[in-house]
């Protein structure tokens, strides 16, 4: 395990410590790199998790595990009261692609729903009936469904591709995301299936791995799938809890397993606390057991939001490191922060001894004609976009919308404080000097 020495040193941890208050988390383990609570903080403080079908509020959700490392996390889903929540809708979708485009956000959690997609849907074993096939074809529906059916199969579809156009855009631009879906078993349907997410999942950039829930909180193992460009090291994978014999209440069928089977309407209990009474000619009605379990257990979702945060806030950190502030305009009067984003990838450059920065900059700022290659041409210096000027001011202070108007109100608030504070303007006077 390597030691980030560019930090202060932290006791090493083969796991994250997530079971306890945030006051008690002591050391915490990502990417095989040791952190400090503090250090943990200091990266993750004041980050923006977007989380697509987030599902409705509730105790030990991903924003409360968001918060309690200093961020914050966008919940959207169609269960919030809140508004453009619905990215059924293309345009409300849009606006929420469109702020990702715009870097208003850190990081991504997708949870397509699953329910069209389920490997509970079986008739045979008292699941619903199944909707989608295995192939390239009837992933996208069976032939012969209601028409109720069809539009629940293209609802969960247009859904689950909305998560694959935030993965792809996100990879895109380097912005850590994670996606979830249940394990993919061999001849059953799955979101993995899609052929629109082939691509991203053969991304070498995106790390993919089956964990169980059940050593997080769940009350069943829960086989899941993650994949996504965030560390997904030391999540547990394999459940380790013993066997017992579980019987299902209504109809009296007991089986050995170590936890209650995610089938039907009603969950299994213990069979030392079965008794005949339970018993009923037919299943209580209710949903099923497997929608309610849906729900992340407090334990994964602090897990989700540590990694997700993680590496967000590293690469936040690795960006203040290479920006430093460069003079542009035409009089050399604006400061502009500049930001050197280099492939970890590439090899090391080696800096003529002999040449300045800017000349440096002007040599290699060149392109090359397909008519000649061999006779590079120098292409026209650019400024990066900015507004500051003091030649033309007026101009600077017109090209900012609403500044006119914010320009005079903060003008107000100055005078009235100035005419409560009287001394403090001849204080500020004084304190120039000549």
Not at 240 to 253: D, E, Y
Not at 342 to 348: A, E, G, R
């Amino acid at each position: 395990m390597h030691v980030d020495e560019s930090l202060p040193a932290a006791p090493v941890a083969q796991r994250l410590v997530i079971d306890h208050g945030v006051s008690q988390w002591g050391t915490y383990c990502y990417d095989g790199v040791s952190y400090s609570h503090d250090q943990v903080m200091d990266l993750c403080s004041g980050l923006i998790v977007l989380y697509l079908f987030s599902g409705p509020r509730r105790d030990g959700d991903f924003s409360e595990a968001c918060l309690e490392l200093g961020a914050k996390a966008k919940l959207i889903d169609i269960e919030l009261d809140e508004p453009l929540m619905d990215v059924l809708d293309e345009a409300i979708f849009d606006t929420h692609l469109s702020d990702i485009k715009a870097r208003k956000y850190d990081a991504a959690l997708m949870a397509m729903p699953c329910s069209t997609f389920s490997r509970s849907r079986d008739v045979c074993d008292g699941g619903p009936k199944p909707l989608r096939g295995c192939g390239e074809v009837d992933i996208y529906g069976l032939p012969n469904l209601s028409i109720s059916d069809k539009d629940k199969v293209r609802t969960g579809t247009i859904l689950a591709l909305r998560g694959e156009v935030v993965a792809r855009t996100c990879t895109g631009m380097d912005i850590p995301w994670i996606a979830e879906t249940p394990e993919h078993k061999v001849g059953k349907p799955s979101v993995l299936l899609l052929p629109e997410w082939s691509d991203t999942l053969k991304d070498v950039r995106v790390d993919r791995k089956t964990i169980v829930q059940c050593e997080l909180g769940a009350i069943a193992k829960k086989a899941t799938e993650l994949w996504g460009t965030a560390s997904l090291n030391d999540l547990p994978e394999l459940c380790t809890h013993a066997s017992q014999f579980w019987t299902i209440p209504w109809s009296g069928r007991s089986y050995w397993s170590a936890h209650p089977w995610l089938r039907g309407n009603q969950l299994a209990i213990s069979s030392d606390l079965w008794t005949a009474d339970s018993l009923r000619t037919c299943e209580p009605s209710g949903p099923y057991i497997s929608r309610s379990a849906a729900m992340y257990p407090r334990k994964m979702n602090r897990e989700l939001a540590f990694r997700l945060l993680m590496a967000a806030g590293l690469k936040r950190a690795k960006v203040k490191e290479s920006a430093k502030m460069v003079r542009v305009g035409k009089w050399s009067n604006s400061l502009v922060r500049v930001v050197d984003r280099v492939d970890d990838d590439m090899p090391d450059l080696i800096e003529p001894s002999n040449l300045t920065e800017a000349s440096m900059i002007k040599d290699l700022d060149i392109k090359v004609t397909r008519a000649n290659h061999a006779r590079p041409i120098h292409e026209a210096a650019v400024d990066p976009p900015h507004v500051g000027d003091l030649r033309n001011i007026s101009d600077s202070v017109a090209g900012i919308p609403g500044h006119l108007i914010i320009g005079n109100k903060v003008r107000a608030i100055l005078d009235d404080f100035l005419d409560k504070n009287p001394n403090l303007q001849a204080a500020c006077l004084g304190s120039i000097g000549s």
